[in-house]
């Protein structure tokens, strides 16, 4: 029995990471870029556990546009859950003709579970995580689910911002029992 239940769970993370990762040339990996080191790890990221009505995903990132070649920025995607949350994959779309993804970082997400950011994508950044057997997924309330560090590689005039593909093919949230759950997306822009 608990082997079967493995053998899902793991059919399950890897149907997670193939929709996330799409199908580039390069290998998928659970790791956070072309150097082979893992995504970094933040000290836990408290959460405020006061549920709200809905749940909402927003992107904060900084209005690029009075920086500078060589300047690094963070992009958060930050959460408010009405409950439970044990998946999540998504990708974060970027135009590489102005910023190239330098890091990520996990933030709520439990350390029991597995999760990824692929940082060699040329076009967006796909991350997802998953519960294992046993584990609890990120409670209700409100905190960080990542963060990813951007370079600015070329004058930001005109450049896009980086957002979060709301397409419901690659953007998921599933509860314990595996069930979808609906959310608003929001984009917020915050000075530097």
Do not use: W
Not at 44 to 66: G, H, Q, W, Y
Not at 100 to 110: C, D, E, I, N
Not at 169 to 190: A, C, I, M, Y
């Amino acid at each position: 029995m608990r082997l079967a239940l493995f053998a899902v769970l793991a059919a399950a993370v890897l149907a997670v990471a193939a929709i996330s990762c799409g199908r580039g040339n390069k290998p998928s990996a659970f790791h956070g870029g072309p150097s082979g080191k893992p995504a970094a790890s933040k000290p836990e990221t408290p959460i405020d556990t006061s549920a709200p009505d809905r749940n909402t995903l927003t992107v904060v990132s900084p209005d690029i546009a009075a920086m500078s070649a060589g300047d690094e920025f963070d992009v958060q995607l930050k959460f408010e859950l009405a409950e439970e949350l044990y998946q999540m994959s998504g990708r974060l779309v970027y135009d590489r003709r102005f910023v190239q993804p330098v890091r990520a970082s996990r933030g709520a997400v439990p350390d029991s579970a597995v999760f990824f950011a692929k940082l060699d994508h040329p076009e967006f950044v796909p991350f997802a995580f998953t519960q294992t057997n046993g584990g609890r997924g990120i409670p209700a309330g409100k905190g960080e689910i990542l963060s990813v560090m951007f370079r600015i590689i070329a004058d930001p005039a005109g450049a896009p911002r980086v957002r979060l593909l709301n397409d419901a093919q690659f953007l998921h949230l599933r509860n314990g029992k595996r069930e979808r759950l609906s959310f608003d997306l929001e984009h917020r822009t915050v000075a530097q």
